[in-house]
């Protein structure tokens, strides 16, 4: 089997087992689902399923969090050269956050602790796509500083993701009044100076 075919086999399997776990746990609720459904579900055995998820919580997430580091890097890499750096960042975190998670894997995200949890720790993911894609930007050979940037970045957008995402003291889900999207920017806007003193210092 070809390089290739191999990789795009477990990209599939990931796809599937991820799309399982979503689907199973707004079926029955996240805490009633096991791996083994998940593995059964998606066609594979439990050993397998070890292989791409530490968690259920992690299977589940993965559906509505998938590639998006990458995405985000990509995103960075395709805006305009003469936007601002701390522009640029923001405005390619924010595409990415727009529209997902969605109706009801959002009501199941923002109502499990669990859940809500594993979103937010996805954010760090972007660290070092990220890091690459700024000194790609920039032009700064300055590996240090730029992965430096890329894990406060990774933090803002977990903070921001974590209060979207956040429950009142009654238990009640609360139903954010600002998108996740404008947060996202929000909590960006305090990185600004760093940033554009990423781009100053590059050269």
């Known amino acids: 089997m070809g390089d290739g075919l191999r990789e795009r086999k477990k990209i599939a399997t990931r796809e599937a087992l991820s799309a399982a776990a979503l689907r199973l746990a707004l079926e029955h609720g996240p805490d009633n689902v096991r791996v083994d459904d998940i593995a059964t579900a998606a066609g594979v055995s439990p050993r397998t399923y070890n292989n791409y998820f530490s968690s259920r919580e992690q299977a589940i997430v993965a559906a509505v969090a998938a590639d998006r580091a990458l995405r985000i890097a990509a995103a960075l890499r395709a805006r305009p050269d003469a936007e601002p750096l701390s522009e640029a960042v923001a405005e390619a975190m924010a595409e990415q956050y727009t529209a997902e998670p969605a109706g009801d894997a959002l009501a199941l995200i923002t109502t499990s602790a669990s859940l809500r949890k594993e979103f937010a720790n996805t954010v760090g993911s972007i660290e070092l796509?990220?890091?690459?894609?700024?000194?790609?930007?920039?032009?700064?050979?300055?590996?240090?500083?730029?992965a430096v940037l890329a894990a406060a970045i990774s933090a803002a957008a977990r903070i921001a993701v974590e209060r979207w995402a956040s429950r009142s003291e009654s238990g009640l889900v609360l139903v954010p009044a600002t998108p996740l999207a404008d947060l996202l920017r929000e909590a960006l806007s305090h990185l600004a100076p760093a940033m554009d003193a990423l781009t100053a210092r590059a050269g």
């Open 129 to 146: 796509p990220l890091a690459d894609a700024l000194a790609a930007r920039t032009g700064n050979d300055d590996r240090l500083a730029t």
